[in-house]
């Protein structure tokens, strides 16, 4: 019975260790967002303006 109280102390010490680790992580606050730059002109023209772009091909549409 003794040798096998000295096998398992091992197995025992990482596993309590293991779920310490992992109750930490779970329990820890979230990171803060990273800052969000906005640099990208999605739409056409931006901030310059309106685009010159013509649709060309296209029928124009009254759909909301």
């Known amino acids: 019975m003794f040798v096998v ?3 398992l102390l091992p197995v025992v010490a990482v596993l309590l260790y293991g779920m310490d680790r992992v109750e930490d992580w ?3 606050a979230p990171r803060p967002a990273l800052p969000v730059t906005r640099h990208l002109r999605l739409t056409p023209g931006g901030k310059e303006g309106p685009a010159d772009r013509t649709r060309t ?4 549409s009254d759909a909301a």
Not at 57 to 60: I, L, M, S
């Open 5 to 7: 109280a000295c096998l």
């Open 26 to 28: 779970l329990i820890r």
């Open 57 to 60: 091909g296209h029928q124009e």
